[in-house]
Structure formats: structure tokens, C-alpha cells
């Protein structure tokens, strides 16, 4: 078993946040009902910036935070479903923006918001294949653009942010993965403009079915943590930290407690930024890189789950 070393981190968030109380004056909603079921209690929302101009500031500050050479970057992939353009990708205008190398493979996936647990994996085993290069994995979302602040079930979830990390091969280093999709239109869905669909038209916002979701959601991510476990001979005792897709804290207690998680080894900011799909881990991996909190030799599971339906985790020592 080979794997990966994390060499650095960054993220970046809007400076403009949408609170609860902003909501309220928008949908009929409130700080009252959203928190108690979501967790939440502002999210940071673009008014100006596009995804790749999010992508490209954790980027750089995870670049600046490796102390890596540009010229050691062969890989760029970056998890998001909400691209500037269909094409060219936000990985290719980051190549330009960041002035590396024309040598590097770049190129989005989308994955939802398991979107960074995907672009991790596929990460390691291209290093694999190039362990002389680096490869900088972002997950960057403007999610704000793709809702309809008229439909409360999903305006008052979702934020806009990006986080990064700049990963090598390491052939010792322990790294493993359990990814499954399953196909699933009507889960959770965004239609794209002029394009037929279950022959109707309808706008371009962010449809879900939130009983079916929150359904999924806590059900399917049990079974990927338990394989990676039983896989590994571990137990969940012996992971530091569990690093949830910060989706809804209703939805993270659950897996908790059907696991026996401890609240020592969860870190959580959904209160701050609420659900940026692809962005959340690698945000949660900034902050608490930033703050001390991960340790070498630490034991981590990312766990991401989300439309597609998509959903995976990913055992990795810090």
C-alpha cells in the first residue's frame, strides 16, 4: 500500500455572509427553524467572484503554505459543480492564473459534494504513476448562483468557498478508499439550460427531495467507513479525527451515533459556512492545519456523500 503526504493547505471564503435573520427577510424561514435543523447559522456567499477566482486564492495559499515550487506541480484537479464555463475548465484557468508550468495535466470532476473525496483519490493514484510530481487538488464551489432564494428547502443550506491541498506520493505512507455512486435523477438534481429533461423545461436551480437525501445520506456513509475499517483491521476508536462533508449537523450527529463517534474526534463548521459541497473538506483541512490540530502520523477518514447519487471515504495518515 502506497499513499499520499499532504504538504500544505488553504482555503478561502467570500468576505459577504448571508445570515438566518437575512433569510428571514427573503422566505418565509428563521433563525429559529433553520438552525435547530441544519446547524447552520450564516453562510458566506459570492457577489462578484466566480469559482475560479475562489479556486485560485485557497490555491495560492495552499501553495504558499507547501513551500513547493510551481515547477513540482504535474497535476491540477479541481471538484466542483458550479464552473465558470462548461468549457475550458476552472483547472486549465488556474494553470494560467497561478503561472505554472504548461506541463501539468488539468482538468474539473464533478462529484457533488463528495467531489474532493473523488479528486483525492484520483490524485493519489496519479501520483502513483509520477511520484517525481505534485498535485494540487481543490474543491471550489459558488453554489449561490445555482439557487432559488424562493425555495427554502434549499437556499437556506448551501454557501460559497474553496479550500486546496497540495499532495506528494509517499510509497510508504497509508492511503485507502471506498467510492460508490449509484444513479439518482431525482435525489437531487440541477437541470443545465436548454437542455431536455424528463421532457420538461425548468430553471437551472437546485432541486432535492430532502426525506430522500437525508435518507441516503445517513445510511449510505455508515457502510463506506465500516469497509474502510474492516478492510484496514481498524476500529473507529483508533481514528484522531472524522472529517464529515459539513452537508447538515443533523445528518453528521446521526452517522455518530449509529457508530459510536466521539465528539473529540469530529470537527465541524457548517455554523460558519454552511454546505459548500465540494469545498467543505478541504476548508475543514485548512482550518485545522492552520490551527494546529493535525499531528503526523494522525489517522484521518474524509467521508463525502452527496448527488449523483456519489458518496466514498478515504482512510490517510497526516
Known amino acids: ?29 428563521s433563525d429559529e427553524w433553520i438552525y435547530p435543523r441544519t446547524g447552520i447559522k450564516k453562510r458566506h456567499i459570492s457577489q462578484t ?81 509520477r511520484p ?24 437556506i ?48 436551480y437546485c432541486k432535492m427531495n430532502g426525506q430522500e437525501v437525508f435518507k441516503f445520506a445517513v445510511e449510505s456513509p455508515v457502510q463506506s467507513i465500516k469497509q474502510v475499517l474492516s478492510d484496514l483491521d481498524d476500529t473507529i476508536d483508533q481514528m484522531d479525527y472524522i472529517l464529515f462533508h459539513q452537508a447538515n449537523a443533523r445528518i453528521i450527529s446521526s452517522i455518530s451515533k449509529r457508530l459510536k463517534i466521539k465528539e473529540e474526534q469530529l470537527y465541524s463548521n457548517i455554523e460558519e459556512y454552511g454546505n459548500t459541497s465540494a469545498a467543505s473538506i478541504p476548508i475543514m483541512l485548512d482550518e485545522m492545519n492552520q490551527k494546529g490540530l493535525l499531528k503526523k502520523g494522525m489517522k484521518l477518514l474524509l467521508v463525502g456523500f452527496g448527488a449523483g447519487l456519489t458518496w466514498g471515504t478515504i482512510y490517510l495518515e497526516w
Open 1 to 29: 500500500m502506497s499513499g499520499i503526504d499532504i504538504l500544505g493547505t488553504g482555503c478561502y471564503a467570500p468576505s459577504h455572509t448571508l445570515s438566518n435573520d437575512d433569510l428571514s427577510t427573503m422566505v418565509d424561514t
Open 49 to 129: 467572484e466566480n469559482t475560479s477566482e475562489l479556486a485560485y486564492q485557497a490555491a495560492k495559499k495552499a501553495l504558499e503554505n507547501s513551500g513547493v515550487s510551481k515547477e513540482d506541480i504535474g497535476f491540477i484537479i479541481v471538484a466542483t459543480c458550479s464552473a465558470d464555463h462548461i468549457m475550458p475548465s476552472v483547472a486549465c484557468m488556474l494553470q494560467k492564473q497561478l503561472g505554472l508550468s504548461e506541463q501539468v495535466m488539468a482538468f474539473d470532476m464533478n462529484a457533488a459534494c463528495t467531489g474532493f473525496v473523488y479528486a483525492l483519490s484520483i490524485a493519489n493514484a496519479m501520483l502513483a504513476t
Open 132 to 155: 517525481d510530481k505534485l498535485a494540487l487538488v481543490i474543491g471550489a464551489e459558488v453554489f449561490s448562483k445555482m439557487l432559488d432564494y424562493t425555495d427554502r428547502s434549499t437556499c
Open 157 to 204: 443550506l448551501f454557501g460559497d468557498g474553496a479550500g486546496a491541498v497540495v499532495a506528494k506520493h509517499n510509497p510508504n505512507a497509508r492511503f485507502y478508499e471506498v467510492i460508490s455512486s449509484r444513479g439518482d435523477v431525482e435525489a437531487v438534481h440541477i437541470h443545465i439550460p436548454g437542455v431536455p429533461f424528463a421532457d420538461h423545461q425548468e430553471p437551472s
